[in-house]
C-alpha cells in the first residue's frame, strides 16, 4: 500500500493534460486541449500579448504588407514567445493555456484561421514537442499597432524537479 501512496502523490505534483474527446471529429479539435490540471506546487510564468516583428522593412510601415500574412505573423509571434520562454528556463511544450487575437486579413476581409493553424501546427503537437495548451482563437476588429493580424498571450508552467536532499 505504500508504493501506491507514492505512486499517486507523484502524480498529484505533476502536469496532468486531458485532450479533447474523441468525439469532436473536427481537425482543429487536435489542436488544443479541453482541460489541463496543474498542480500547487507548480511554478507559473503568464506573458502579456506578443505582437510580429517586421517581415518586410521595405513595405509600408504599420501595414499588414510590412508584417506579413496571418502564418508569417503566427510565425513571429510564436519565435518570439520562444525566446521570452527560453530565456526564463522555460520551452514551448510549458505552454499550458494560450489567447490568440486575429484581425480579417486585409486582402481577404476574413480571418485566417487556417494560416493561424499552418504556423501553430509547426509548435505544437509535434513528435519532437507533443503538448498543446487550452486555447482560446478570436476575431478582432484590430489591434493597436497598425498592421498587426496576430497578438498571443500565454501561460507557462513547469513543476520544479526534485533533487535528493
Known amino acids: 500500500m505504500p508504493a501506491l501512496c507514492i505512486a499517486n502523490a507523484n ?50 510601415p504599420d501595414t499588414a504588407a ?40 486585409p486582402a481577404t476581409g476574413e480571418p485566417d484561421f487556417t494560416g493561424f493553424s499552418s504556423a501553430y501546427k509547426q509548435y505544437f503537437g509535434t513528435d519532437k514537442q507533443p503538448n498543446v495548451p487550452v486555447r482560446t482563437r478570436a476575431e478582432v476588429l484590430r489591434l493597436v499597432p497598425p498592421g498587426w493580424l496576430v497578438e498571443v498571450t500565454v501561460m507557462a508552467s513547469r513543476v520544479p524537479s526534485r533533487r535528493p536532499q
Not at 506546487?41 to 503568464?46: E, M, P, S, T
Not at 510590412?66 to 510549458?94: F, H, N, P
Request: hydrophobic share 45%; glycine share 6%.
Open 11 to 60: 502524480a498529484a505534483e505533476q502536469i496532468v493534460r486531458h485532450r479533447n474527446p474523441a468525439h469532436m471529429t473536427e481537425p482543429w479539435a487536435r489542436e488544443f486541449a479541453e482541460v489541463i490540471e496543474i498542480p500547487a506546487n507548480a511554478q507559473l510564468l503568464v506573458l502579456s500579448g506578443v505582437g510580429p516583428t517586421v517581415a518586410n522593412a521595405s513595405a509600408l
Open 66 to 105: 510590412s508584417y506579413g500574412d496571418t502564418a508569417t505573423q503566427t510565425r513571429s509571434v510564436l519565435g518570439q514567445i520562444e525566446r521570452i520562454l527560453q530565456d526564463r528556463g522555460y520551452r514551448m511544450g510549458d505552454i499550458v493555456s494560450m489567447q490568440a487575437l486575429i484581425v480579417a486579413d
